[in-house]
């Protein structure tokens, strides 16, 4: 479809003398959308499509199951269904999704929309009624009934920044109905402009019988606008390649992932990567599927062209080896295909020799996959359990009065790890406790606990060094918008931020002469918002009371006194 309107700019001046070209065309537009498996979808917002994330790609602790369209960084835009269906799910979080809407279509599919500012109104009133009755902010149902269906293009919400977005945009989501696996949008005709080949960053090669070593850079040149070469390298026996790369759509300037990958040795499909389908699972497992060494100490993203071993997943396939064996006296042609969705393709191309195999010596692990394992001190203590490392490896245990060094953070792990903390015997107050993990700059973040016996114990995905902390500073809260005794009868909103400065915000509740109201959140700007057209109040003086809970139960209380008519906003 592409081709066609670039053949259609290129010879417009042709096409507009020529009526004949013109009903050609026209026929021709018809004949692909009658062919389009979806004509019937509809774009999920109302201007020109831009993504700042696709399908697929690397985001550290997943794959993005959606695509992220831009918003022109403002919230309030109407996002659409983008054919019938019926809303199957609402979900109000702090984190994640934020405010989020599933619609199940008739073909087999159901689409997500997520972090977005507030629903349709009819659905928004709906959804605050269930909030009211609840009582929480965060909630989330399943509804059933005609109310809830909904037609192509209609509206079904605002766009936002709610959750763990990190600006306003919208993230929507195809997924199969029955499985529940997410489905690139770009197949279901949700597409942006795009008319750039992929960039290769970097492409590395690592000695697999020495994986503790480095990987060898590969030092690419770029031919032309579609080539990459290096000049001939010299590889040693068991070797895997590394790849580091991104790709960009029209109108963006994000680095997005790429849509499919091969790689070659001497003509033979070695690897094979297509970003059509995946499954939630794979996100598990993505610390494997990457250099994850690099990934902690360098902050890149490198995926791995050779077979792990240890895990599977749906959207890559690994042929003939595990990994490729570079014999001494044999030479090898290395070839590399990378495209986006639009066909947009790059090209990596280079000779290599085998060498002689060099004698590597790899550190002798200590802990192995299919084992369990327990390490104690005096004050603390980790457990292992079996297939909790992906590979057999060498670890290190260190322990303090009141931290635990659990081996290199650099080191991924398949499965958490329990840890847990006695109370130091001079705790007067031991709600006032917690753990919390030691980043490379010194700095604690918080982790979430319970308390069993006399003992903190987590549950943790990350190795490195842990503490045992306190925390007993309460959150903060501030009236934003308003001031106590303020008359606000001509307001819409009551707004108020609130902060902490450690473990983070855990609940809140407002109440107004008593009655819980609801307050809505948005965790990057720390503010609540109260709109004063979800309830009536008798004119005149009215009392707020707000009360907010941090993770490690410290709560702080806010009162004060403001007066209104209402009627006159």
């Not at 026209?26 to 979808?41: D, H, I, N, R, Y």
């Not at 948005?522 to 009392?543: A, V």
Request: hydrophobic share 30%.
């Amino acid at each position: 479809m592409s081709e066609l309107f670039n053949l259609e700019a290129s010879s417009k001046s042709k096409l507009l003398t020529t009526s004949r070209s013109i009903v050609l065309i026209s026929l021709m537009v018809q004949f692909l959308s009658a062919q389009s498996p979806f004509p019937e979808w509809v774009p999920p917002l109302d201007i020109p499509l831009a993504t700042s994330g696709t399908f697929g790609e690397i985001r550290g602790s997943h794959f993005h199951a959606g695509i992220d369209l831009k918003t022109k960084g403002r919230e309030g835009l109407p996002v659409r269904s983008v054919s019938k269906g019926t809303i199957v799910r609402v979900r109000v979080s702090l984190s994640g999704y934020g405010k989020s809407v599933y619609v199940q279509h008739p073909n087999g599919t159901t689409t997500v929309y997520a972090h977005l500012k507030k629903l349709a109104p009819p659905f928004e009133k709906l959804l605050k009624d269930i909030q009211y009755q609840r009582q929480s902010y965060t909630v989330q149902f399943y509804p059933k009934g005609d109310d809830w269906q909904v037609d192509t293009g209609a509206l079904l919400g605002y766009s936002g920044n709610t959750g763990g977005s990190l600006g306003p945009h919208l993230h929507f989501e195809v997924r199969d109905s029955k499985t529940q696996e997410p489905l690139n949008p770009f197949d279901y005709g949700i597409e942006t402009p795009d008319n750039q080949r992929p960039i290769v960053q970097e492409l590395r090669i690592q000695n697999t019988q020495a994986t503790h070593l480095l990987p060898q850079q590969i030092p690419l040149q770029k031919t032309n606008d579609s080539l990459w070469t290096a000049p001939k390298q010299y590889f040693n026996g068991p070797s895997g390649f590394l790849i580091r790369m991104f790709d960009r759509q029209d109108m963006s300037y994000n680095k997005n992932g790429i849509y499919s990958l091969e790689m070659r040795i001497n003509g033979s499909l070695m690897c094979a990567m297509e970003m059509d389908r995946m499954d939630f699972e794979d996100s598990k497992k993505i610390k494997e599927l990457i250099d994850y060494r690099n990934y902690r100490n360098q902050k890149q993203t490198f995926l791995k062209l050779y077979d792990p071993q240890t895990v599977e997943a749906t959207f890559i396939d690994y042929y003939n080896a595990a990994t490729f064996s570079f014999e001494e006296g044999k030479s090898y042609k290395i070839e590399f295909k990378i495209s986006d969705w639009a066909k947009n393709t790059t090209y990596i191309s280079f000779f290599a020799d085998g060498g002689a195999p060099q004698k590597v010596s790899e550190q002798k692990p200590n802990h192995l996959p299919d084992l369990d394992y327990r390490y104690a001190s005096e004050q603390s203590s980790i457990y292992i359990p079996k297939k909790a490392f992906f590979t057999p490896i060498y670890t290190q245990f260190r322990a303090t009065k009141d931290s635990l060094f659990v081996a290199q953070d650099s080191i991924p792990l398949r499965k958490a790890l329990t840890l847990d903390f006695r109370f130091p015997s001079s705790a007067t107050n031991s709600k006032t406790y917690c753990l919390a993990r030691v980043n490379t700059k010194g700095k604690l973040s918080f982790i979430g606990s319970s308390i069993q016996e006399n003992r903190l114990v987590a549950k943790v995905s990350q190795l490195g060094t842990y503490v045992r902390t306190q925390d007993s500073i309460a959150p903060e809260i501030k009236p934003l918008n308003f001031k106590p005794q303020q008359w606000v009868s001509r307001y819409q909103y009551l707004t108020l931020t609130v902060s902490d400065d450690f473990s983070g915000i855990h609940s809140f509740e407002g109440r107004i002469n008593g009655e819980w109201v609801l307050f809505e959140y948005e965790p990057k700007n720390k503010r609540l918002t109260y709109d004063f057209s979800d309830r009536s109040f008798p004119d005149g003086k009215h009392e707020l009371e707000f009360i907010v809970r941090d993770n490690c139960g410290n709560t702080q209380t806010y009162t004060t006194e403001f007066f209104r008519k209402y009627g006159l906003n």
